[in-house]
């Protein structure tokens, strides 16, 4: 994961609470990547990012928003709508197109 | 649409070399990876093929490529309990050149001492 910082690792929310997911990266990638992993699920990719200022809907993108102002950062918004958020969330970046992911850490989002 | 298939759980002997399957439906893939995840931690990129080769092999690892079957196999030799983990097989979904990939459910690897 190194050059890609996940915060916090731990996350819990109330119920009908927004909360924001932190990824920061330093390699200079152009693309970013949410996923998010549920148990015996693999991975589903949530919003993605190619360039500054523009991302695009991943397969599960329903109750949740990004933002993409700058090149190292995108953070991931899990909205009231998300109707069951508890989930561990993975960033991942990428030199665009079909270029190798490297993944962030994850952050491990309860909702109680 | 595209989909990526693994069996969920595989179960060696320290020592032995474990074989992990993937199929999968693109017909276009540019790149076939495979990913190994441990305990409440990222994915760490293991290894990854061009479409256009066959075999692809990196020191305790070997990758096969079968396309006309869209089979995907990584072989780990003489496999550790630090082999531990679950394993990803990932397709770069290349034609849409959105960098996206497809991941499989992932197989978790237990290595008995």
């Known amino acids: 994961d190194g050059g890609i910082t996940q915060s916090p690792k731990y996350l819990f929310r109330k119920e009908g609470q927004n909360v924001t997911l932190s990824c920061e990266q330093n390699l200079n990638h152009d693309a970013m990547y949410w996923y998010r992993q549920d148990p015996g699920q693999g991975l589903r990719l949530i919003y993605y990012?190619?360039?500054?200022?523009?991302?695009q809907k991943g397969d599960i993108a329903e109750g949740y928003s990004v933002s993409r102002e700058k090149k190292e950062s995108f953070p991931l918004t899990v909205t009231s709508a998300q109707k069951n958020p508890t989930a561990f969330y993975l960033c991942?970046?990428?030199?665009?197109?079909?270029?190798?992911?490297?993944f962030g850490p994850g952050t491990r989002l309860t909702v109680l | 649409g595209e989909d990526v298939e693994q069996s969920l759980f595989l179960s060696v002997r320290e020592g032995d070399s474990s074989v992990i399957n993937c199929t999968y439906t693109?017909?276009?893939?540019?790149?076939l990876y495979w990913y190994k995840q441990e305990p409440g931690a990222g994915l760490q990129l293991l290894t990854y093929i061009f479409s256009n080769m066959d075999m692809k092999q990196d020191q305790r690892l070997t990758v096969l490529l079968n396309k006309k079957d869209k089979h995907l196999s990584l072989r780990i030799a003489d496999t550790q309990t630090g082999d531990s983990a679950i394993y990803f097989c990932?397709?770069?979904?290349?034609?849409?050149?959105?960098?996206?990939?497809?991941f499989g459910q992932g197989t978790t690897l237990q290595v008995k001492p």
């Open positions: 693109d017909s276009s893939s540019t790149y």
């Open positions: 990932a397709d770069s979904f290349g034609s849409s050149n959105t960098g996206k990939l497809i």
């Open positions: 990012s190619q360039i500054v200022n523009d991302f």
């Open positions: 991942a970046t990428g030199a665009g197109r079909a270029d190798t992911q490297y």
